[in-house]
């Protein structure tokens, strides 16, 4: 096995779920600003999550919709833009045709003319 390949600072830390307050207390090497009071009057590094296992919808059973950071709101967002753009695309390759058909029209009128 390798030698010095795992990190030689683990200590403490807490991680407190940012959907329901649930904190439990593990060793860990991730870093953190924030520290916070234990239950048993310790202090600790304190990690904020967006989900754990009391709160993700597989392990508590609940159906519920996970909307971290308005990832839904972003792809409608993205979605009805396409449209738009797209919509916008066909009005303009319409006028494109409709310029060509009246250019046409005159070309011909002209030709009768003569």
Do not use: C
Not at 53 to 73: K, N, Q, Y
């Amino acid at each position: 096995m390798k030698q010095e390949l795992h990190p030689k600072n683990y200590r403490h830390v807490v991680f407190e779920d940012l959907n329901n307050g649930f904190r439990f207390i593990t060793r860990s090497t991730a870093e953190s600003e924030e520290t916070t009071k234990w239950e048993d009057g310790n202090e600790y590094p304190l990690i904020k999550v967006h989900i754990t296992s009391a709160s993700h919808p597989f392990f508590t059973g609940e159906e519920r919709v996970l909307d971290i950071e308005g990832r839904v709101d972003k792809f409608k967002a993205r979605a009805a833009a396409g449209e738009a753009a797209r919509e916008k695309r066909a009005a303009a390759a319409q006028k494109q045709v409709k310029r060509k058909a009246v250019s046409h029209e005159k070309a011909e009128a002209k030709a009768v003319k003569k």
